[in-house]
């Protein structure tokens, strides 16, 4: 027996390059730009309509007026040979020219020439995937109302009662249509469970303004029950689906695939294998994310550490180390973590350097990748951009080397360090659990010849509103982004293991553009560094 779902058409062939948009905030900001240009074409369009409209209503002000005053008395109206002649030329050459006038159409076209010269800038179909993914990963991690969302609000319920978590000063509400495409994109991605949150959505919102249309929608509440009913169908509520397919057949009641799916849910409910239509919605368990419990936990709590004052072996301190450099300007370090160890310096850099490291990296950002076995690839567990700076590329990055090796005493000059990466996270841009370090001997982390990972150096060149934490998933802490502040850890055990402590991930951006720069040390060249040890515990 089967189910017939609505036909979808996947606009793969008019995608052109893949969409990229979505995986860096700088570029989904230089698209405020191109909307800008289409506003200006769109505002002469309508200018040029404007003018051919008032031109119309002239003719048609001119024509009605003689039919008022001069065509009353037929007869002797025609009488006169002026108005006969007048009536005659209209009917024969003036209604021609204005019925097949191509001004219309000329207006059109120019608008459309308009709009094809930013194709190459505009979002592409993957970045609207991208972005509606991204909402989802929000309102998963951060547990957001769906309801909130599309009404502007990030708010996650707490006693049956929607709470905001964070106070915008600048939102926007989600159309109808805005919750559809959403839906739309989960239920392509057989991803029924958040199809069905906001198409509900979507829904009720298109059934608050029944029969309204807007040009740029793409949407309609019988859209919407269509993909809905069959979201409920694939997740066994067949009750609801039926239901809501009653209510797709009132609206458009010629639809014969409709009436064929209430038949067979009718035959589906009277049979013993679908007697109980209370089915519970429940997001679906991960298969690859083992973590996600504590990672999304870890996430919530936006950083704050509330029992960490508790620790006496946790604290502040001006470090001056051994280096001649911080003697004259100590940094200001707090212990975050000491199994593994993990530190942050604050103000590690200033305002204009960790500006300047962000244009120098701009011309450069790519998709960032990870590593599966010998291969590197993009992935949805990390949406972000990134690019790689030579210390010789400025003297910011020099001195940006500088530091970090005054501070943690190691070799940081290539080979034995990778290049500075510079990292733009995306909307909702994220990087789920990983380790810096190789697992396996197959990575692309030894091409190098010198040696796995030791360490991480993570500095915060921006900072952001909400989210966007650093989070230590078996060590149980998360660390929230300080604008020029910088995060140590070891990756290895001082045996050359790795450390598995040092499990961690970027939690969503929720609200702001985060940037980072990320500084891998190797173990060759680091002998007299950091001395190895047989003892697994160091």
Known sequence: MHVF????VM???????????????????????????????????????????NDLRRFFKKVKDQHSEIYQGQMSAMANPLVAYSLIKRLQSEWLNVVYSTEANENIQDFKASYEKEDHNLPKFEDLQGAAQALMRLQDVYALSVNGLANGRFQRFSFSEAVDIIKLNV???????????????AYEMEDYYHAILWLEEAAQLFREAPGTWNTEDEGSLESVLDYLAFSYFKMGNISKAMNLSQELLAHDPSNKRVSRNIKKYQR???????????????RPNSTYLQTRTKYEWLCQTLGSQPTHYK??????????GKNQMLLFKPMKREIFSLEPYVVLYHSFISDSEADKIKELAVPGLHRSIVASGEKQSPAHYRISKSAWLKDTSHTVISNVDKRIAALSSLNVQPPYAEYLQVVNYGIGGHYEPHFD??????????????????????????????????????????????????????????????????????????????WVANKWVHEYGQEFQRRCSSNPEE
């Open 5 to 8: 779902p609505l036909f979808t």
């Open 311 to 320: 620790d006496p072996r946790l604290y502040c301190d001006f470090y001056t």
């Open 268 to 282: 589906l409910l009277a049979s013993s294998a679908a007697t109980s239509p209370n089915v519970i919605l429940q």
């Open 437 to 514: 370090h190789a697992t396996s001997t197959s990575s692309p982390v030894y091409k190098l010849n010198t040696g796995n990972r030791v360490a991480t150096f993570m500095i915060y060149l921006s900072s952001v509103e909400a989210g966007g934490s650093t989070a230590f998933i078996y060590a149980n802490f998360s660390v929230p982004v300080v604008k020029n502040a910088a995060l140590f850890w070891w990756n290895l055990h001082k045996n050359g293991q790795g450390n598995g402590d040092t499990l961690h991930a970027g939690c969503p951006v929720l609200v702001g553009d985060k």
């Open 171 to 185: 939102s926007t509400d989600l159309s109808a249509d805005d919750c559809y495409h959403v839906g739309k994109v």
């Open 11 to 53: 606009l793969i062939a008019a995608q052109g390059t893949l969409g990229e948009i979505f995986t860096s905030v700088a570029d989904a900001q230089r698209s405020v730009a191109v909307e800008r240009e289409l506003l200006a074409y769109l505002e002469e369009y309508l200018e040029r309509e404007t003018l051919r409209l």
